[in-house]
């Protein structure tokens, strides 16, 4: 590290011990709770009842009162919990899970997207245009169309550009983003407004696409895209309200309980709209008793400070619906975009090694100032180079502020060089990883880093699990969609579309692991293990009722959807 890291050492060294007196509070245990009457609110009997906890892996029936577990077991361990107003629900068999935990969503742009132009899967130029088209029919000259979701990959490879939409949408300024989230196309009218034009420099940490003549070509990568986000009006807080109703009812459809929500927060991005977020939005709902699914809220890491403050004001759990995670920051962009951090060239592009999008003394800086006040963070990492600048980062942060829980977290953790895994497991590291983004890049990694290099180092949940990390599964709605049964499924087959063979089948996790990695070993990874994340008592009951009706047959087909989805031991879903 350059010479200030040096100074910044000495520093955190003499400070060490006195820092551990002022860590904000740990995280909260179980929320007190003390069984009230005799009898059970609900009983769920003739189930497969799946707890993803150890002590009592498997129940045929389960006790709910006042929205807790009060016993798993046989029907006739519950049946003493049964009163004349209990009410009880015969499964016949269908097999019973935790609610599922999505360990890294972005939650108000998912809702928000869910009503916008919708790109995900796209299979072509024409009915990419053709979904431009219809959006642009139903605004009026000057509206601003947005939409995402697209991945070049599905078509060929081209990126899309201004051109595409420049004939459809004279009169309308365009704004799409790649499921990614770190990359845009913005028609020319977008880009004129955005005052974009040869002259323009590249930001720091961001790329204009330029034709040879040096214009722009309407693609912005990374903090570039803030160049256009800046002119685009800001979204109404009634539709941000209304976002995350949709959400919450679109994450209840899945069998998602609870999610950790990464904000809306990208490189280059303001540092604002999460915190807005959580006063008009997260507040709003929990006060107007409209929240449907636990939150974990992670701000970026640049307000570290503010974090420690809220919490030292509010505690981490602030309701049984919200709870403070800690902060995030980005050190690379994505392998789509060209941005992923990489220790040799993109095949398909031999003069670049992806981006930086962050110094990382400031990195460094910032992270060891959160970590010593207690915060867990959160950091993205997708290519190998930036995964072992960040393992190198965390070797440091433990050398000057010690050995405590702070279950670290990359978010990611895409492509590993060939010793990092095994890194992981050091200092119990978490690796948020998001299984079904292997669907998309199985195809393209190859095109992208060369065949060699992607399988050898793309999405080792396996190697991470045996080295030690704690997998914790996510979908990065709206970069994909959330469908943990679909993520679970991938983790243990890792077949794409069309694909008669695993992608590296050494990689498959099992059943038990891969069910762990969206119920209890994601509630550990953000601190959520006390209260949820399995069906155990005193925890909150929350589970997802699937068609499967022995667990045999969920064993060996793992079913597309839910039947119902149960909160607080009540049904949200349907």
Same mark, same amino acid.
């Given at each position: 590290m350059p010479a200030q890291s040096g100074l910044l050492a000495a520093g955190a060294a003499a400070l060490a011990v006195v820092a551990a007196v002022f860590l904000l509070p740990g995280p909260a245990p179980r929320l007190p709770w003390t069984p009230r009457g005799r009898f059970a609110d609900m009983i769920l009997a003739n189930a497969t009842i799946y707890t993803a906890d150890p002590a009592r892996p498997f129940g045929a029936a389960m006790a709910v009162r006042g929205g807790r577990v009060l016993h798993v077991g046989?029907?006739?361990?519950?049946?003493?919990?049964?009163?004349?107003?209990?009410?009880?629900? !015969?499964?016949?068999?269908?097999?019973? +899970?935790?609610?599922?935990?999505d360990s890294h969503v972005h939650l108000i742009?998912?809702?928000?997207?869910?009503?916008?132009?919708?790109?995900?899967?796209?299979?072509?130029?024409?009915?990419?245009?053709?979904?431009?088209?219809?959006?642009?029919?139903?605004?009026?000259?000057?509206?601003?169309?947005? %939409?995402? %979701?697209?991945?070049?990959?599905?078509?060929?490879g081209d990126f899309p550009i201004a051109a595409w939409l420049d004939d459809i949408?004279?009169?309308?300024?365009?704004?799409?983003?790649?499921?990614?989230?770190?990359?845009?196309?913005?028609?020319?009218?977008?880009?004129?407004?955005?005052?974009?034009?040869? !002259?323009?420099?590249?930001?720091?940490?961001?790329?204009? $696409?330029?034709?040879?003549?040096?214009?722009? !070509?309407?693609?912005?990568?990374?903090?570039?895209?803030?160049?256009?986000l800046d002119v685009i009006p800001d979204v109404s807080l009634t539709e941000?309200?209304?976002?995350?109703?949709?959400?919450?009812?679109?994450?209840?459809?899945?069998?998602?309980?609870?999610?950790?929500?990464?904000?809306?927060?990208?490189?280059?991005?303001?540092?604002?709209?999460?915190? #807005?977020?959580?006063?008009?939005?997260?507040?709003?709902?929990?006060?107007? %008793?409209k929240m449907m699914i636990r939150v974990c809220l992670f701000f970026p890491l640049p307000?570290?400070?503010?974090?420690?403050?809220?919490i030292h004001k509010k505690g981490r759990l602030i309701s049984e619906w919200i709870h403070v995670g800690g902060v995030k920051a980005f050190l690379d962009g994505s392998l789509g975009s060209s941005s992923a951090l990489f220790y040799e060239p993109y095949k398909d592009d031999p003069g670049s090694f992806g981006l930086q999008l962050i110094d990382m003394d400031v990195l460094l800086n910032a992270t060891l100032e959160s970590d010593k006040s207690g915060l867990q963070v959160a950091i993205h990492a997708i290519g190998d180079k930036a995964n072992d600048m960040l393992l190198d980062m965390l070797d440091e942060i433990v050398n000057l502020n010690g050995?405590?829980?702070?279950?670290?977290?990359?978010?990611?953790?895409?492509? +590993?060089?060939?010793?990092?895994?095994?890194?992981?497991?050091?200092?119990?590291t978490i690796a948020s990883v998001q299984p079904d983004h292997l669907l998309d890049d199985a195809d393209s990694?190859?095109?992208?880093?060369?065949?060699?290099?992607?399988?050898?180092?793309?999405?080792?949940?396996?190697?991470?699990?045996?080295?030690g990390a704690h997998l914790a599964f996510g979908s990065d709605?709206?970069?994909?969609?959330?469908?943990?049964? #679909?993520?679970?499924?991938?983790?243990?087959?890792?077949?794409?579309?069309?694909?008669? $063979?695993?992608?590296?089948?050494?990689?498959?996790?099992? +059943?038990?692991?891969?069910?762990?990695?969206?119920?209890?070993?994601?509630?550990?990874?953000?601190?959520?293990?006390?209260?949820?994340?399995?069906?155990?008592?005193?925890?909150?009951?929350?589970?997802?009722?699937?068609?499967?009706?022995?667990?045999?047959?969920?064993a060996d087909d793992i079913p597309g959807h839910v039947l119902a989805t149960y909160v607080n031991g009540k049904k949200a879903y349907p």
């Open positions: 046989t029907y006739d361990s519950v049946k003493e919990f049964r009163g004349k107003h209990t009410y009880e629900l !015969n499964l016949s068999g269908n097999v019973v +899970l935790p609610g599922f935990i742009d998912g809702g928000l997207q869910l009503a916008r132009v919708p790109l995900r899967g796209v299979r072509s130029k024409d009915v990419f245009i053709s979904r431009v088209n219809e959006a642009v029919r139903d605004k009026h000259p000057g509206q601003w169309v947005r %939409g995402g %979701g697209w991945n070049n990959d599905f078509w060929g949408s004279p009169d309308n300024p365009v704004w799409l983003t790649r499921m990614d989230g770190h990359m845009g196309v913005a028609n020319s009218l977008a880009i004129k407004i955005a005052g974009i034009d040869k !002259n323009t420099n590249d930001p720091v940490g961001g790329t204009i $696409v330029r034709t040879t003549e040096r214009e722009p !070509n309407g693609l912005l990568v990374d903090a570039a895209m803030k160049l256009v941000r309200r209304e976002s995350l109703l949709r959400a919450s009812r679109h994450a209840l459809m899945r069998g998602v309980t609870t999610v950790v929500d990464v904000g809306s927060y990208f490189p280059g991005m303001s540092e604002k709209q999460p915190w #807005q977020d959580f006063s008009d939005i997260y507040e709003w709902a929990q006060s107007m %008793g307000t570290w400070s503010g974090v420690s403050d809220l050995v405590r829980d702070r279950r670290f977290r990359v978010e990611h953790a895409q492509h +590993l060089a060939p010793s990092a895994a095994k890194r992981f497991g050091e200092h119990n990694a190859g095109k992208k880093i060369g065949v060699e290099r992607a399988e050898r180092s793309s999405y080792l949940f396996r190697s991470l699990s045996a080295g709605w709206p970069v994909s969609d959330i469908n943990p049964l #679909q993520a679970i499924k991938t983790a243990m087959f890792r077949k794409p579309p069309g694909w008669e $063979v695993p992608w590296m089948s050494a990689e498959c996790l099992p +059943l038990d692991d891969s069910l762990k990695a969206h119920t209890i070993s994601a509630a550990h990874a953000c601190f959520l293990d006390p209260v949820l994340g399995s069906l155990a008592e005193g925890k909150y009951a929350d589970f997802v009722v699937l068609p499967s009706t022995s667990w045999k047959e969920f």
